[in-house]
C-alpha cells in the first residue's frame, strides 16, 4: 500500500507538472492576446484626453455645439475602452481557470467560443516559442450548437494540447519540406470545427502535418508515450486528453495519413 500511495503521489504531481507546462505554453499566448486590447485601451485613453482639452477650449469659447460634438466622441471612445478591457479581464479569467486546481465543477459552456480562444492562444503560444513560426488557421464553427455541461478549463486543456500538437507537426513538416525543397509549396494549416451530431457535440482538429505512422497510432494515448525529441513532451498530454473527455462521458478518436495529416475527434454528450 506504500508503494501504491507513492506511485499515485507521483502521478498527482506528474499531472501537476504537465498542467503547468501547458500553463507556460499558454502565458506566452496570453501574453501576445491581452497585448492587442491593452493596445486599444491605451490608444482610446490618450485621444480621449485630447479631446477633453478641446472640449474645454470649445466651452471657454462658447461654442457649444461644437462641446458637443467632442462630448459625443468621448463617449464613443470610453464605451471601446469599457469593450476591450473586458475582452482583456475575459482573457485574464481563462486563464486562471486553466491554472487554478480543478474545482471539477460543470458549467454551460459555449464551445465554438472556448474553442476560438484556445485556438488563438495555442497559436500565440507557438509564436512565442518560434518566432519563424507560421500557419493558416481555419474554422467552421456551428452556429446552431447548444451550450453543454463540461468543466469548461478540463475541455480547454484537451483543445489546447490537440491544437498544440496540430501547430507542432506541421511546423515540423513545414521545416523538413524547406529543407528539401527551398521553394516551399507546403501550406502548413490547422482547422478546427465544430458540428451538432444527434444527442453529441463533435470538436475536430484537424492538421495537415506529417500523420502518424500506422505502428504508433494505437500508442499514442498511452501515458508517456511520446514521438517528439527527447526533452520536448512529457509523454502526458494525450493520455490526459483522454481520461478527461472519457471523464465527460465521451470519446477521442484519431483519424490519419501519413504523410498527409492527423485529424483528433472529441465527442461529447449534450
Known sequence: TTTLKELKSTQAQLIQSEKMASLGELTAGIAHEIQNPLNFVNNFSEVSNELMDEMSEELQKGDIEEAKAISADIKSNLEKIYYHGNRAADIV?????????????????????????????????????????????????????????????????????LITNAFYTVNERSKKDLEINREGGYEPTVSVCTAKLGDNV?????????????HIKDKIFQPFFT????????????SLAYDIVK???????????????SEFVIILPL
Open 247 to 261: 471523464a465527460h462521458g465521451g470519446e477521442l478518436k484519431v483519424e490519419t495519413k501519413e504523410s498527409e495529416g
Open 93 to 161: 479569467k481563462g486563464m486562471l481557470q486553466h491554472s487554478r486546481s480543478n474545482s471539477g465543477q460543470k458549467e454551460p459552456t459555449d464551445i465554438n467560443t472556448l474553442a476560438d480562444e484556445y485556438l488563438k492562444l495555442a497559436y500565440h503560444g507557438q509564436r512565442a516559442k518560434d518566432k519563424s513560426f507560421n500557419a493558416t488557421m481555419k474554422t467552421d464553427f456551428d452556429p446552431t450548437l447548444p451550450t453543454i455541461e463540461v468543466v469548461p478549463q478540463d475541455i480547454g486543456r484537451v483543445l489546447l494540447n
Open 227 to 238: 514521438s517528439k525529441p527527447t526533452g520536448q513532451g512529457t509523454g502526458l498530454g494525450l
Open 202 to 214: 463533435e470538436i475536430k482538429v484537424t492538421d495537415n502535418g506529417s500523420g502518424i505512422p500506422p
